[in-house]
């Protein structure tokens, strides 16, 4: 019988085989010189390796943690291959086919010629890549949307116009780069162009309008978000039980808005505390450079206090960058990339300053807290660390917990004290409302039948967003289905665990003891974290 360990392996390999790019960005070798393969039958061979695995996960008793989170991953694949979301996802720079490629190639950091050759050779795949790509959507019965493809258009028109391609900055310096420059101009931009091209003739017109942009309009599309909300929350909610928690939510926020802000602004209801985020010009950024400063300045003070808050804490620093300008219009409004283990790339928290002077600054702490420590970069960079896990338990995809952890981050900081001002207080709760807002606006798009438009409309009441943001986000959830629910729920039911093991153990209850527990098994589903809170619990009272 295949023993766990040999599992979570042979899951990894899975893995990295269906995204041989996060290989390289991990660190992890073996993969360099490829890409993802987008054509149907290498889906169908990866969909029946993935079922497998999650077969034979069930069988045997050694290690059940590890052989829960194979399962996990193993149908989060299943799910996302049957999801058929290559087929019509143009424009986010998170997910779309060739928007993430041109996201994360520029991101690779080659450390010999070995790996400096591996590049050029998976750069010369691209226009192969493409050309699967373009046959795989041409034969498409899913429609994608036609202001988001028409947003991919501009979007690869930009990259075009670049007088240097970034295609080109992982061998910039090197004896290498001769042969790269050629190679882009000779074979690489003009597959990208040609792909252009097919978007602007053959896709854009028979996109869907705004009125219908959810999973629900396409075939079988209820029961692919029924699918991929089991994948992100791993969970048993249903769309429809999300809305309601999400509608709670928002509701419950009020209360804090009104405390708060009234030590801000005086005694004021929460939609004014809300209107009043927005409608201040002192609370507008400067520019570019500035959000960029804060945001390093915010992490480095949490990265002072951490050691009192968590037993071990990660060896590398986080790093500030942001967001390439050709990627900033359609790219999330900040996000985290993790270091790779071979020290070729350290862990990055990308800060989008796209039209700088026309965001609001209340939210920078919270968003450096999330992002960097002590959110993502510790939890991520700290599972690195971790000499005796698999390698799968490492870098798993379970979202509730990576997404949950980040966003329980941000509550931690005010415990923390690493709130600088009310104000920065309020930007939490404002961070609160978008990740509750979100299970109300993906559910209502992919199963509740919403337009664009109401989507924007309510994240406009109940959000703390001016619009360049909103509609960002809006379109973040109609090409990115039902990851946006697994912020709050997974810090739901982090904050669950918690407090349950607070009252359990009382006196005995040790902040640092229960962080380090939920940090060094890696990420794991909801329900295989409830159950070593559980054991732990039992351990101290014994």
């Known amino acids: 019988m295949t023993t ?61 943690v590890t052989r829960a989170v194979v399962a996990q991953q193993a149908w989060g694949l299943v799910y996302r291959l049957d999801s058929h979301l290559v087929e019509h996802t143009h424009a986010e720079g998170l997910n779309a086919p060739l928007a993430l490629l041109l996201v ?114 396409l075939p079988d599309g209820d029961l692919i978000y029924a699918d991929l909300v089991r994948m992100y929350t791993t969970t048993g909610h249903t769309p429809e039980e999300l809305h309601r928690i999400g509608l709670n939510l928002i509701e419950g926020l009020d209360r804090e808005y009104e405390e708060i802000g009234s030590r801000v602004f005086g005694p004021t209801p929460a939609a004014g505390v809300r209107a009043r985020l927005l409608a201040d010009p002192e609370l507008l950024w400067r520019d570019a450079e500035d959000m960029v400063t804060l945001a390093a300045t915010t992490i480095g ?27 900033a219009p359609n790219a999330p409004l900040a996000y985290y990339v993790d270091p790779a283990m071979d020290g070729s790339r350290p862990g990055t928290y990308f800060v989008n300053t796209y039209r700088a002077e026309q965001r609001a600054r209340f939210s920078a702490e919270s968003t450096a807290f999330h992002e960097g420590v002590p959110g993502h970069h510790l939890q991520l960079a700290l599972a690195q660390q971790i000499p005796d896990l698999p390698l799968l338990r490492r870098f798993a995809s379970v979202e509730a917990y990576l997404e949950g952890w980040a966003l329980y981050a941000e509550r931690l900081a005010d415990e923390m004290g690493l709130y600088s001002d009310d104000v920065a207080r309020l930007g939490m709760l404002a961070g609160d409302s978008l990740r509750a807002a979100r299970l109300v ?23 703390v967003m001016p619009d360049v943001d909103i509609f960002s986000e809006v379109d973040r959830y109609i090409e990115n289905p039902a990851q946006a629910l697994s912020y709050m729920v997974g810090r739901l039911e982090i904050q669950r665990l918690r407090g349950e093991a607070e009252r359990r153990l009382g006196d005995r209850f040790d902040i640092k003891a229960f962080h380090d527990l939920v940090l060094r098994g890696g990420p794991l589903p909801m329900a295989v974290l409830a159950d070593v809170v559980d054991e732990w619990c039992d351990s101290v009272l014994a």
Not at 15 to 27: K, R
Request: charged letters at 30%; one cysteine or more; proline letters at 7%.
């Open 4 to 64: 766990a360990r040999e599992l979570a392996d042979e899951m990894l390999t899975l893995v990295l085989d269906a995204d041989p790019v996060m290989a390289t960005l991990l660190g992890i070798p073996g993969w360099d010189n490829l890409l993802p393969d987008p054509g149907v039958e290498a889906g169908r061979d990866l969909r029946a390796r993935a079922e497998d695995i999650a077969r034979r996960a069930r069988g045997g008793d050694d290690d059940p």
């Open 104 to 217: 994360a190639l520029p991101l690779i950091r080659p450390s010999d010629d070995v790996a400096r050759k591996a590049y050029l050779t998976r750069l010369s795949a691209l226009p192969a890549y493409l050309d699967a790509l373009t046959r795989r959507q041409r034969d498409s019965v899913r429609r994608p949307l036609r202001h988001l493809v028409e947003a991919a258009i501009r979007r690869i028109d930009r990259h075009l116009a670049e007088e240097t391609d970034p295609l080109g900055s992982p061998l910039h310096g090197t004896p290498f780069a001769a042969v790269c420059t050629r190679l882009l101009h000779e074979t690489v931009r003009p597959a990208i162009a040609r792909y252009r091209d097919f978007l602007r003739v053959e896709v854009v017109d028979r996109g869907r309008g705004e009125d219908r942009p959810g999973l629900c309009w």
């Open 301 to 327: 003070r949490a990265e002072e206090v951490a050691g009192d808050w968590f037993g071990s804490v990660p060896r590398a620093r986080c790093v500030v960058e942001a967001v390439p300008a050709a990627d």
């Open 441 to 463: 606006v993906d559910t209502g798009l992919h199963a509740l039948r919403w337009t664009r438009q109401q989507a924007v409309d309510y994240l406009r009441a109940n959000a």
